[in-house]
Nanobody, 122 residues
Framework: QVQLVESGGGLVQPGGSLRLSCAAS????????MGWYRQAPGNARELVAA???????KYTDSVKGRFTISRDNAKNTVYLQMNSLKPEDTAVYYC????????????????WGQGTQVTVSS
């Protein structure tokens, strides 16, 4: 059983910064891809930033130059450093990963964290 646990959300003023963390826990697994999505009220869930299978990064246009995704492979953890936050960044942020589990059989699955609220407001 693999779980994704997020932390780091909260309330911040416009122009401020937050750092989100997402750790994958469990046993007998390997992470193929890992990243962050967000969903604002009334909107569809959208990709914010992610690592691809090849290890490169991709960002949605609205966060380029402000957000940075990074990872610690030894800790199975991905981070999202969010700078110069804007009110339109307000959303629930979800960690997502495509994970290969080995037991009892090899299986690739799509995993989601529980979500963490980010609110940008003065």
């Amino acid at each position: 059983q693999v779980q994704l646990v997020e932390s780091g959300g909260g309330l911040v003023q416009p122009g401020g910064s937050l750092r989100l963390s997402c750790a994958a826990s469990g046993s007998s697994f390997s992470i193929n891809t890992m990243g962050w999505y967000r969903q604002a009220p009334g909107n569809a869930r959208e990709l914010v930033a992610a690592f691809t299978r090849g290890g490169s990064t991709k960002y949605t246009d609205s966060v380029k130059g402000r957000f940075t995704i990074s990872r610690d492979n030894a800790k199975n953890t991905v981070y999202l450093q969010m700078n110069s936050l804007k009110p339109e960044d307000t959303a629930v942020y979800y960690c997502n990963a495509e994970i290969l589990t080995f037991l009892p059989v090899f299986r690739t699955g799509d995993y989601w964290g529980q979500g963490t609220q980010v609110t940008v407001s003065s």
